[in-house]
Structure formats: structure tokens, C-alpha cells
């Protein structure tokens, strides 16, 4: 017997319908199987079931039911929170699940739910097509577009929840069922960004576009000393940005990576980057006044293929590592923000601390706020502070700073955070409802229906009625 709590009958039972692997903590690849991005986060499930299909999907929501576990549902485990993975109860793993099918007539891309965005990306550019992802390839498709996803193709085409025609989806009670415009549309509504609150996705389906193959990334490094110079030219330049051109600023120290001089290793540095979708040259003339702000310490922008650009983050934020990040929205950069955030830079505790400015607005704003679950569509920036750090001994100090420089910078912001980057979740009833804001009692209102007993709870938690006493 796995626990006290597990019937064992009923485990066989299902142990023996089960087509995918069960990994039980005695198992060889436990410890691999339950590990998640995230370093910092180490919990150990009774039981971790890597499903084959929707039907083992089913069997486990079922099999959870009828033995009161604690469910975590893991996508790619790239949640800095760390949601995928519970103590004790049962870890739902759809990780074995990852074929894209690429209908390229149509446009649209049947995607499996464990699907990483590398994935996605290399099955629809094979049609020269794509739609919209994250900024690291090594995301996993589902946490980041039930919670939105903001990623190169935001101000053209919207965020990656945007983009969903539908989904496949098993409920709380252990039903198959889809959600579309058309077919349990309230569902539909909340899963483009209420997060994981309302069952277990088996499929996505994406509209595609024609992108690339060739497009133009903007990369621009400058030393630490000139951000205010480069931050103001890109805000000028954000003022009138086309759609077809996302970016952002961002204040980093220069990764350790074989491709860049040992030297340059940890200088503080500001940078831009960001991807133009449209034709090569137009792209080049739009970004090289970008690129002349001063004398970049490093330029890894200029014209390149899609699926390159898409995979140019991936080995700077490495599996294990420890992280704390946390988020929020500006309407306005203000001198006064900019000041602030000054301030807390040059005080960070070790050079790896990102801080990225994403310039928002275009096609994300152009979607009513109460059209999706996603809520802050007006804000123009999206401001994160990425903690990143090796020493268990240093977490403290690095997620204090981060913590503080959050709170500093909120007095600039509407409130609330993007849910895909939330830090731990602390204080969850305040954190989901300021960033929900005018979605939240609706979102309430349908986990109450397809989640009455909140039996989905390790995410950006809503809690349904009967818990909230709403
Ligand atoms: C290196 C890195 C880069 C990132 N870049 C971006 C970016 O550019 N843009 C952006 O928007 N975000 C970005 N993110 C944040 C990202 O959106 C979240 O970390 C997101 O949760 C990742 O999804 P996942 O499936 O890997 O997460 P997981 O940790 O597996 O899951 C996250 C949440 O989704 C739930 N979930 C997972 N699978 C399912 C499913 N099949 N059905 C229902 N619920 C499910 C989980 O239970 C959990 O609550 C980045 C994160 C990292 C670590």
C-alpha cells in the first residue's frame, strides 16, 4: 500500500487499466520524475502518474476522487511557484503527452497538453506557420497559456490563450468534455488565463499564422551605466512601435555560457531584445536605432530564423537553478518609476537578478477585458523582477530583495500580478482577486460549477463558493 489513505484494491484496479507509467516513490526516476524547474521547490507525491492519453487522465481524476488525494497537475514544471508537483497526494504528469498535429489548410494546431513550446514551434513551422508562445522554448505550453502567455508575437497577435479555438479538457467529476466559443463557452471563457483552477487540458487548439521563416530579433547589450539613455530611447521607441515588432528592455549581468567571452562573465549590463515579424529589411531599418543608443558591450540581434530566435533564451535559465520571481503592470513608465527602480538595481544582491520591462498594448489591448478571463489588457508594460540565484544559503537575502522591490514598485501599478509570474502566491486571496480584478467574481462563479469542492487547488487558486462563503 502506496498510504494509510490508498485503498489497495482499488490501486490494482487501477494500476492495471493504467497505459501510461506509475511512478511510486521507491521506483528508479522518482526523484527525477518529481522534480520541477524550479530548484527551490522539493516535494515529494505518494504517487505520480505519467498518462498516455485522456483516458488515463480520466482514470486518474477518478481514481483521486475516490481516495480524497491532493492533486498537482504538471505540464512542462516550469511554474517558478512550483504547482506541478505536491507533497503526498498525487502528481497528474502529462509530460508523455506531446504530439502537435498541424492542420496547415486550416490553420490550426492540435496540440497534447505535455507539449513543450519547442514543439509547437518546430511541428508548425515545418508549414511555415506559427502561433503565438513564451520567450524559452522549454516552456510548457499548458501552464503558460491557461495562465495567458506573453511571448514575441504579443502586440501582433495577441497572447497564447488569444489564440485557443478550443480545448479538451477532464473536469472535477471525472468527465471528458470540450470548451470552445460554441461548446461550454463559461469554461472556454475561464481557461484563457484562470489557470489550472478548472481541470485536467488533454489538448489545445491553436489558430496559426504565417511567420518567417526568416525574422528579425533585436539584442542589444550596454553596459550597466547606460540604461537610462537606452531606457529612454526605447521608451520613445515604444511610444510608436508597429505591431509587428514586440520588445523590451531589460537590466541583467552578462551569463556564464561558452559562446561569450569568459571576461564578460557577471558585468551588470541593460539590454534590449525582442523579435520583428514582417519583412527582413523593414525590421532591421526599425530596430538599428535600437542598436546605436551607444556602444554595445554585445549584439545578438539582426535577422535570423524563427525557431532560432524562439530557442535564444533557453540555456540562460537553467532546470534547478533557484528562483523567485514576481510581476506586475504599469500603465505609464514613469520618471518617477524609473527612479525607483534605479535605485533598487544598483542594491541587488548578485548580478544573475533580471528586471524586464515587456512592452505590451497592440493586439493584447485590442481584446476586452471581460472577453477572457486575463484581466490588465490596458496596461502598456509588464514589469518583472526574475530572481535567480545557486546557493541555498543566498535564497533569503535574493527573495527579501525581490519581494521589496515588488512593493516598491507597486505604488506605480493597478495592482495585482501576471499569474504566470507570482512568486510563491503569498497571500493568494488578495493576490488572485486584485489581479483578476472585475473577472474574479465570474471566475468564482464557474469554478463553482465545474469545481464545487475545489478539488483542483495547487495553482493561482479561485476558490469556489462554498469555501469562500461568497
Ligand atoms: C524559463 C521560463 C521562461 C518563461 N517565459 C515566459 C514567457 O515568455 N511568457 C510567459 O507568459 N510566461 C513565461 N514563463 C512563465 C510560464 O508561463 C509559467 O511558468 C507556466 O506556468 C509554465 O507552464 P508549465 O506547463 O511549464 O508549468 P507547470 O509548472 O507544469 O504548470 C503550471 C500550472 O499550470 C497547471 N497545469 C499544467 N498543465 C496543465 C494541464 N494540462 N491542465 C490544467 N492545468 C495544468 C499546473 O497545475 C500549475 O498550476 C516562463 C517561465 C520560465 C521558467
Redesign the pocket.
Known sequence: MMTKAIDTERFRTYADSFEGQLVLPDAEGYDAARK??NGLIDRRPALIARCANADDVVRSVRFARENNLLV?????????AG??VCDEGMMID?SAMRTVTVDPGARIARVQ?GALWADVDAAAQAHGLATPG???SL??????T??????YMRRKYGLSCDNLLAVEIVTADGQWRRASERENSDLFWALRGG??NF???TVFEFRLYPVGPQVVTLNPIYPFDQSRSVLETWRRFAETAPEEASTSFGIWGIPEHPDIPAELHGTPVCLLDGMFIGPVEQGETLFQPLRDVGEPILDLGGPTTYLEAQQGFDEF?QDGDLYYWKSLYLDQLSNEAVDTMMSWVKRRPNPRLLVIIRHLGGAVSRVAESATAYQNRKAQFMFSIDGAWSDPAESERNIAWVRGFWEAMNRYSNGGVYV??PGFGENPQHLWQSSYGNNYRKLVAVKTKYDPTNFFR??QNIKPVAQTGN
Not at 146 to 151: A, D, K, M, P
Open positions: 520541477v524547474w498537482s497537475v504538471r505540464g512542462g514544471g516550469h511554474h517558478v504547482y506541478a502529462m497538453a513564451g520567450e524559452v516552456t510548457g505550453v499548458a501552464g503558460l491557461l495562465g495567458g502567455g506573453v511571448g489557470g489550472g481541470g485536467i487540458v535559465m504566470n509570474f495547487m495553482n
